[in-house]
């Protein structure tokens, strides 16, 4: 079993979770579940409701679209973020590769969490924020880069 | 007649108190305003003649500019209780000092006395609206200034009476009169402390919140600039600005008439007592004729006529004055003429210019008013004076002066004709402007104090109410609330069957108003309305318009089969009725409601919890618990409200529990909040009792700051050295908010500075933690490090914090975040604005901190000030482990995974017993790791 301060030293690691303060990671801590998966097993499947973000403790996630593969997620690596945002199905199914152990963030919880600290809330915010910022930049880069000949 | 009666006096349970005082207080400042009136003008026509006046009138336009500023600065240093009685007795004192000077025969006294009774009108009734309008809320207001403009009219027709009886029959000289006035003031200080005695708190939030939404320092250029780009304001401007001029024209004519009326032929000697008791008798008699014209007519000619009709009124009334004064120079003319003036000014006039301001935004309305007040005002009275100087010269007043008072007439008969010009244009122009802001809700309704009752205002609402815009709609029925007009009945009662539970309720509220019996079976069908609140309103309809037959009706109502029925009217005679009616709300009624079966069963007890808000604790408490244990969250948020408005003290611990619920948290709050100071003590004690849970002690300070007296600052100030570093932000943030919100609190500033360099002790001993962690070789130091410039961050941001509570709030709030930006040349400006505000002892502690200097000059400067010293790591781990700080606890005790110190793994030890459970779980895992 994880400690929270082992599971709060994962959680800092996820791009979402990048702008909220270690102390406040400790409330994400206590709501993400241990989860162990044996290889070859299923996590999620193309279409299943999204309801959880996962994050690799030990082990290795092939997400792949059948048998196509698209991402690997090894540990210290977070897939399914979205999941806690947005009401879309997964686009991808996820099996793990060996023996695998994850952190898994219900989003209701999460949900419950953002609503009792503003702090946690404000902090996602930001990181969105500054990801749909980066996203936005780039395309303006991209657009104002000269045409090839 | 009795329901004419009724819209004057409309005093409601829980109001009679400080109406009466508020009725006593405005009567007596208008008698002495009435006694001091006719003695400044007799006084000064008697020794200097009429033609001072324009002197006079220009002295008085300057006087006001220093005196306005002196004003300005006091109110808002002062609470409104003080700013009044330091004005007050100002008053008394200046009284005996003029008296004492009207015995030296200086020859500037008549000036100063005639300019000193103007200021002093103009300033102690303002401060007497300006109470009014803090004690009660916009629809207290338009139900109960009617009633004090009416005790404002009969002090001044006693004031002008009692003049006149003391004069002629009691032979009191004029200079004496004085003297009451002195007593007279005197009781009026009484009568205000009592007023704020009985509604202080509320007249502190809401002067405190005016005060707050008030932004002094906008220049002269861009009221100006705001007010030419409306074109309906450059009108109001215009208009107010000629009324202004006449009326210093028409003043000086009627003056100068009456001092030729009372004045020997052969002496040329003024008969000082009979022109005062003539003035007093003249003054009183006007407002008089002035409260006939706004009962009789101003709101049926409003309705008629609309604004535009109204406001023509003076200007017509004048020229028919001004064409009598040209006719025959004589006393009735003179009479006439600025009888016209004094009578439809203050009556019809007043109800038409206060309606031009309607639809004007909130903020642009509050900045008009200031540039009237201060400019136009000042300016036009300032003209007409120089006017009248020139007048005087041309028309040869010396020689003849009614053939010049003959010919002035002309000049104000000019002066009237542009008056009447831009009242047209004003016409067409007031019915655009309304028209656009109901559009685009412009107009804060909670600021709306007058009676809506004009045509062309009706018709644009009634308009909006066809919108297909929600949002339209909701807002012109809002407008209308008590508004009584039969055009609205056809138009309101469309409306009952909106979409919006809402609108539904508002448009039953305004029909309402409208008295109409016929309206009952509407009322009838919305009982079986989905929304509870819309059922509620319609029983409360019923009941009001049942009549003779309320008893029963009221009866059929508590007995209905249909608990839907009951609920409503068990919560309309709990929330509105009389004692009479809450007799009839008995144990067997609110438990059948309590016990009803199905579907129903929880809303009905969500009914009966918020009735229960408004009973006799003693006899229903006994529900209380039961409902606050419901199964359903609406039933206790409900049941929180009721305690709250109680004020139950016993149920405070089953509040405090609830303030880490967060389904029930901000009710929570309010209705704690709602104990007032009383309750201050105890929510000290939960704050800083380390056994009460964080998530409840965390709210307190939240809840502290919702109570805004002085006594909460104290408490918050006093908590920042003693609780928690977790509950620290908290009670700053807490503090800070009381500061913006109510400027008037008094922040201890050796407590606040205390405060700041104990924050900036602890932010140079993080700067030294931060030193001795290696360079993040291992999960757990990178935790460490992490941890602790978050802290610091933290640190940074109580103090900005704390300094806001001493220095302006958004000035240190824009310097913040300059501070923390990224860019360098933001922090110079930050650090060279800040060099120049902050004073005193806490610089030194403050601007290495701000400086950015590099991380050992912060680690130096911390040794130097507070001898803080950590030597190495192991230490630095001990000083985490022993502190407060449960979060850096447990980053540190798992920092000792490797650490091989005896010492650290015995504080580890130690750690195992930990309050806090995250500290708990790390040094059992640690230790462990540590024996495998």
Same mark, same amino acid.
């Given at each position: 079993?994880?400690?929270?301060?082992?599971?709060?030293?994962?959680?800092?690691?996820?791009?979402?979770?990048?702008?909220?303060?270690?102390?406040?990671?400790?409330?994400?801590?206590?709501?993400?579940?241990?989860?162990?998966?044996?290889?070859?097993?299923?996590?999620?499947?193309?279409?299943?409701?999204?309801? *959880?973000?996962?994050?690799? #403790?030990?082990? +290795?996630? @092939?997400?792949?679209? %059948?048998?196509?593969? &698209?991402?690997?997620?090894? /540990?210290?690596?977070?897939?399914?973020?979205?999941?806690?945002?947005?009401?879309?199905?997964?686009?991808?199914?996820?099996?793990?590769?060996?023996?695998?152990?994850?952190?898994?963030?219900?989003?209701?919880?999460?949900?419950?969490?953002?609503?009792?600290?503003?702090?946690?809330?404000? *902090?996602?915010?930001?990181? #969105?924020?500054? +990801?749909? @910022?980066?996203?936005? %930049?780039?395309?303006? &880069?991209?657009?104002?880069? /000269?045409?090839?000949? | 007649?009795?329901?004419?009666?009724?819209?004057?006096?409309?005093?409601?349970?829980?109001?009679?108190?400080?109406?009466?005082?508020?009725?006593?207080?405005?009567?007596?400042?208008?008698?002495?305003?009435?006694?001091?009136?006719?003695?400044?003008?007799?006084?000064?026509?008697?020794?200097?003649?009429?033609?001072?006046?324009?002197?006079?009138?220009?002295?008085?336009?300057?006087?006001?500019?220093?005196?306005?500023?002196?004003?300005?600065?006091?109110?808002?240093?002062?609470?409104?209780?003080?700013?009044?009685?330091?004005?007050?007795?100002?008053?008394?004192?200046?009284?005996?000092?003029?008296?004492?000077?009207?015995?030296?025969?200086?020859?500037?006294?008549?000036?100063?006395?005639?300019?000193?009774?103007?200021?002093?009108?103009?300033?102690?009734?303002?401060?007497?609206?300006?109470?009014?309008?803090?004690?009660?809320?916009?629809?207290?207001?338009?139900?109960?200034?009617?009633?004090?403009?009416?005790?404002?009219?009969?002090?001044?027709?006693?004031?002008?009476?009692?003049?006149?009886?003391?004069?002629?029959?009691?032979?009191?000289?004029?200079?004496?009169?004085?003297?009451?006035?002195?007593?007279?003031?005197?009781?009026?200080?009484?009568?205000?402390?009592?007023?704020?005695?009985?509604?202080?708190?509320?007249?502190?939030?809401?002067?405190?919140?005016?005060?707050?939404?008030?932004?002094?320092?906008?220049?002269?250029?861009?009221?100006?600039?705001?007010?030419?780009?409306?074109?309906?304001?450059?009108?109001?401007?215009?208009?107010?600005?000629?009324?202004?001029?006449?009326?210093?024209?028409?003043?000086?004519?009627?003056?100068?008439?009456?001092?030729?009326?009372?004045?020997?032929?052969?002496?040329?000697?003024?008969?000082?007592?009979?022109?005062?008791?003539?003035?007093?008798?003249?003054?009183?008699?006007?407002?008089?004729?002035?409260?006939?014209?706004?009962?009789?007519?101003?709101?049926?000619?409003?309705?008629?006529?609309?604004?535009?009709?109204?406001?023509?009124?003076?200007?017509?009334?004048?020229?028919?004055?001004?064409?009598?004064?040209?006719?025959?120079?004589?006393?009735?003319?003179?009479?006439?003429?600025?009888?016209?003036?004094?009578?439809?000014?203050?009556?019809?006039?007043?109800?038409?210019?206060?309606?031009?301001?309607?639809?004007?935004?909130?903020?642009?309305?509050?900045?008009?008013?200031?540039?009237?007040?201060?400019?136009?005002?000042?300016?036009?009275?300032?003209?007409?004076?120089?006017?009248?100087?020139?007048?005087?010269?041309?028309?040869?007043?010396?020689?003849?002066?009614?053939?010049?008072?003959?010919?002035?007439?002309?000049?104000?008969?000019?002066?009237?004709?542009?008056?009447?010009?831009?009242?047209?244009?004003?016409?067409?122009?007031?019915?655009?402007?309304?028209?656009?802001?109901?559009?685009?809700?412009?107009?804060?309704?909670?600021?709306?104090?007058?009676?809506?009752?004009?045509?062309?205002?009706?018709?644009?609402?009634?308009?909006?109410?066809?919108?297909?815009?929600?949002?339209?709609?909701?807002?012109?029925?809002?407008?209308?609330?008590?508004?009584?007009?039969?055009?609205?009945?056809?138009?309101?009662?469309?409306?009952?069957?909106?979409?919006?539970?809402?609108?539904?309720?508002?448009?039953?509220?305004?029909?309402?108003?409208?008295?109409?019996?016929?309206?009952?079976?509407?009322?009838?069908?919305?009982?079986?309305?989905?929304?509870?609140?819309?059922?509620?309103?319609?029983?409360?309809?019923?009941?009001?318009?049942?009549?003779?037959?309320?008893?029963?009706?009221?009866?059929?109502?508590?007995?209905?089969?249909?608990?839907?029925?009951?609920?409503?009217?068990?919560?309309?005679?709990?929330?509105?009725?009389?004692?009479?009616?809450?007799?009839?709300?008995?144990?067997?009624?609110?438990?059948?409601?309590?016990?009803?079966?199905?579907?129903?069963?929880?809303?009905?007890?969500?009914?009966?919890?918020?009735?229960?808000?408004?009973?006799?604790?003693?006899?229903?408490?006994?529900?209380?618990?039961?409902?606050?244990?419901?199964?359903?969250?609406?039933?206790?948020?409900?049941?929180?409200?009721?305690?709250?408005?109680?004020?139950?003290?016993?149920?405070?611990?089953?509040?405090?529990?609830?303030?880490?619920?967060?389904?029930?948290?901000?009710?929570?709050?309010?209705?704690?909040?709602?104990?007032?100071?009383?309750?201050?003590?105890?929510?000290?004690?939960?704050?800083?009792?380390?056994?009460?849970?964080?998530?409840?002690?965390?709210?307190?300070?939240?809840?502290?700051?919702?109570?805004?007296?002085?006594?909460?600052?104290?408490?918050?100030?006093?908590?920042?050295?003693?609780?928690?570093?977790?509950?620290?932000?908290?009670?700053?943030?807490?503090?800070?908010?009381?500061?913006?919100?109510?400027?008037?609190?008094?922040?201890?500033?050796?407590?606040?500075?205390?405060?700041?360099?104990?924050?900036?002790?602890?932010?140079?001993?993080?700067?030294?933690?931060?030193?001795?962690?290696?360079?993040?070789?291992?999960?757990?130091?990178?935790?460490?490090?992490?941890?602790?410039?978050?802290?610091?961050?933290?640190?940074?941001?109580?103090?900005?914090?704390?300094?806001?509570?001493?220095?302006?709030?958004?000035?240190?709030?824009?310097?913040?975040?300059?501070?923390?930006?990224?860019?360098?040349?933001?922090?110079?400006?930050?650090?060279?604005?800040?060099?120049?505000?902050?004073?005193?002892?806490?610089?030194?502690?403050?601007?290495?901190?701000?400086?950015?200097?590099?991380?050992?000059?912060?680690?130096?400067?911390?040794?130097?000030?507070?001898?803080?010293?950590?030597?190495?790591?192991?230490?630095?781990?001990?000083?985490?482990?022993?502190?407060?700080?449960?979060?850096?606890?447990?980053?540190?005790?798992?920092?000792?995974?490797?650490?091989?110190?005896?010492?650290?793994?015995?504080?580890?030890?130690?750690?195992?017993?930990?309050?806090?459970?995250?500290?708990?779980?790390?040094?059992?895992?640690?230790?462990?790791?540590?024996?495998?």
């Amino acid at each position: 079993m994880l400690t929270v301060i082992e599971k709060v030293i994962f959680l800092q690691n996820v791009e979402v979770f990048s702008e909220v303060a270690t102390e406040q990671l400790a409330y994400l801590a206590a709501i993400a579940e241990e989860m162990e998966y044996a290889n070859g097993e299923s996590i999620y499947n193309v279409n299943d409701v999204s309801d *959880a973000l996962y994050l690799v #403790v030990d082990g +290795r996630v @092939r997400l792949h679209l %059948d048998e196509r593969d &698209i991402a690997s997620a090894g /540990p210290k690596e977070a897939f399914g973020t979205w999941a806690l945002f947005d009401d879309e199905p997964r686009v991808t199914s996820a099996t793990a590769e060996d023996d695998s152990r994850l952190l898994r963030i219900d989003r209701e919880d999460f949900v419950d969490l953002l609503a009792d600290h503003i702090q946690i809330t404000q *902090a996602v915010l930001k990181s #969105v924020v500054s +990801r749909l @910022r980066s996203l936005v %930049d780039r395309v303006g &880069i991209e657009r104002s880069a /000269p045409e090839a000949p | 007649m009795k329901k004419y009666l009724r819209s004057f006096i409309d005093i409601r349970k829980g109001e009679v108190g400080v109406t009466l005082l508020l009725l006593a207080n405005i009567y007596l400042l208008l008698v002495t305003y009435y006694f001091l009136k006719p003695a400044r003008d007799s006084l000064f026509l008697a020794k200097l003649g009429p033609g001072q006046l324009p002197i006079v009138f220009i002295v008085i336009a300057l006087a006001i500019v220093p005196i306005t500023t002196l004003y300005s600065r006091a109110s808002r240093a002062l609470r409104l209780n003080q700013l009044i009685n330091a004005t007050l007795v100002l008053v008394i004192v200046s009284l005996f000092v003029l008296r004492w000077l009207m015995n030296m025969s200086y020859f500037w006294v008549p000036y100063v006395f005639y300019a000193w009774v103007s200021v002093y009108g103009v300033l102690t009734t303002s401060q007497f609206w300006l109470m009014a309008n803090a004690v009660y809320d916009a629809t207290q207001a338009k139900r109960l200034f009617a009633l004090l403009g009416l005790g404002a009219i009969f002090g001044a027709w006693t004031g002008g009476e009692v003049t006149n009886i003391v004069v002629t029959s009691f032979g009191v000289s004029t200079e004496n009169l004085l003297y009451f006035c002195v007593a007279l003031i005197a009781v009026s200080i009484a009568i205000t402390n009592s007023v704020w005695v009985l509604q202080g708190r509320r007249v502190e939030e809401q002067s405190g919140a005016r005060r707050k939404r008030s932004d002094p320092r906008e220049s002269f250029i861009q009221m100006f600039s705001s007010i030419r780009r409306s074109r309906h304001l450059l009108l109001i401007v215009g208009i107010i600005a000629i009324t202004m001029m006449v009326a210093s024209l028409v003043d000086f004519q009627f003056k100068a008439v009456s001092t030729l009326s009372f004045q020997d032929a052969a002496t040329g000697e003024v008969d000082k007592a009979g022109l005062t008791a003539f003035m007093g008798k003249f003054y009183g008699r006007l407002s008089l004729v002035s409260i006939f014209l706004q009962l009789i007519f101003a709101y049926r000619f409003l309705r008629v006529l609309g604004v535009g009709g109204v406001i023509l009124f003076l200007p017509l009334g004048l020229l028919v004055g001004s064409a009598a004064m040209f006719l025959s120079v004589s006393l009735v003319a003179a009479v006439l003429l600025r009888g016209a003036d004094g009578s439809l000014k203050y009556s019809i006039d007043k109800t038409g210019r206060e309606l031009l301001f309607l639809p004007v935004p909130l903020d642009l309305k509050k900045r008009t008013k200031v540039f009237i007040d201060m400019f136009v005002d000042r300016w036009a009275r300032g003209v007409a004076g120089g006017l009248l100087l020139l007048l005087l010269v041309l028309f040869k007043y010396d020689t003849d002066p009614s053939q010049a008072i003959r010919l002035m007439s002309l000049v104000v008969v000019g002066f009237l004709a542009i008056w009447m010009v831009l009242a047209l244009l004003m016409r067409r122009e007031y019915v655009d402007t309304f028209r656009q802001a109901v559009q685009k809700r412009e107009i804060d309704l909670s600021e709306v104090r007058i009676r809506i009752n004009e045509s062309a205002t009706i018709r644009t609402l009634v308009d909006s109410l066809k919108s297909p815009n929600e949002r339209e709609v909701d807002y012109a029925v809002s407008m209308l609330t008590s508004v009584k007009n039969a055009d609205l009945i056809e138009p309101l009662r469309s409306l009952l069957k909106h979409s919006s539970a809402e609108i539904r309720k508002k448009s039953l509220a305004v029909l309402m108003a409208q008295e109409d019996a016929s309206l009952v079976d509407d009322a009838k069908r919305m009982l079986d309305d989905e929304d509870v609140e819309v059922r509620r309103q319609a029983m409360r309809f019923i009941f009001q318009t049942a009549g003779p037959d309320r008893e029963q009706t009221v009866s059929g109502f508590l007995g209905h089969p249909d608990p839907r029925y009951r609920c409503a009217a068990v919560v309309t005679l709990a929330e509105f009725g009389s004692a009479e009616d809450q007799s009839r709300l008995t144990e067997e009624v609110i438990e059948s409601l309590l016990n009803a079966p199905g579907d129903q069963a929880p809303l009905a007890r969500q009914q009966i919890a918020r009735a229960l808000g408004f009973m006799d604790s003693k006899r229903f408490g006994k529900y209380f618990k039961g409902l606050l244990d419901d199964p359903s969250g609406p039933v206790v948020s409900e049941m929180i409200a009721s305690i709250g408005r109680l004020g139950e003290r016993e149920y405070v611990p089953w509040l405090m529990k609830a303030l880490a619920d967060r389904r029930y948290r901000p009710r929570v709050r309010r209705a704690v909040a709602a104990f007032g100071t009383s309750i201050l003590g105890t929510l000290h004690d939960y704050l800083i009792d380390e056994k009460v849970e964080l998530s409840v002690r965390r709210n307190i300070p939240r809840v502290i700051g919702l109570i805004p007296e002085q006594e909460s600052v104290e408490i918050l100030t006093r908590s920042i050295s003693i609780v928690d570093p977790a509950l620290k932000y908290h009670v700053v943030k807490a503090l800070n908010r009381l500061r913006s919100g109510y400027p008037h609190l008094k922040f201890d500033e050796q407590r606040v500075d205390q405060a700041l360099i104990e924050e900036t002790r602890c932010y140079y001993e993080i700067a030294q933690l931060l030193d001795l962690q290696p360079s993040a070789d291992t999960d757990g130091s990178q935790l460490l490090s992490r941890a602790l410039s978050e802290r610091q961050e933290q640190n940074l941001e109580r103090i900005f914090r704390l300094l806001g509570l001493h220095y302006p709030p958004s000035d240190i709030y824009s310097a913040y975040l300059r501070i923390v930006s990224r860019k360098q040349v933001y922090r110079a400006s930050a650090i060279e604005f800040l060099d120049n505000l902050v004073k005193g002892d806490v610089k030194k502690y403050l601007f290495p901190i701000l400086d950015e200097a590099s991380p050992e000059r912060v680690v130096r400067k911390g040794r130097e000030l507070f001898g803080i010293r950590f030597e190495h790591k192991d230490q630095a781990l001990l000083y985490l482990m022993g502190g407060r700080d449960s979060w850096l606890k447990a980053c540190a005790v798992y920092n000792a995974l490797d650490c091989e110190s005896p010492e650290v793994i015995e504080a580890v030890e130690s750690a195992r017993s930990d309050r806090d459970p995250v500290v708990r779980q790390t040094a059992e895992f640690v230790i462990g790791r540590i024996r495998s």
